[in-house]
């Protein structure tokens, strides 16, 4: 089993900066895929950001303004978020893939508003 732990949320003015962070621990043999989803009220759940090995990928909506980064040694994924809008405002979860199995953190707070 892996847990999740995420942390970097909070409330933001528009065009703020928040950086997230997700710290997995537990029985880790091999990390692959690292992402973030989010999931704005009364909307589903969509990808983020994702990053496999080195190529990362974007949702359209945030390109140019996320960045997503990993750190192997710590098993951590971070989410560097500038410029946020208020449509950035959602729920924010960690995803991770242990081989072939999937975990999700438990979800973390963004709100960006004045």
């Known amino acids: 089993q892996v847990q999740l732990v995420e942390s970097g949320g909070g409330l933001v003015q528009p065009g703020g900066s928040l950086r997230l962070s997700c710290a997995a621990s537990g029985t880790i043999i091999s990390i692959n895929t690292m992402a973030w989803y989010r999931q704005a009220a009364g909307k589903q759940r969509e990808l983020v950001a994702g990053?496999?090995?080195?190529?990362?990928s974007y949702a359209d909506s945030v390109k140019g303004r996320f960045t997503i980064s990993r750190d192997d040694a710590k098993n951590t994924v971070y989410l560097q978020m500038n410029s946020l809008k208020p449509e950035d405002t959602a729920v924010y979860y960690c995803n991770v893939w242990e081989r072939s199995s999937p975990y999700w953190g438990q979800g973390i707070q963004v709100t960006v508003s004045s």
């Open positions: 990053l496999a090995t080195t190529t990362p």
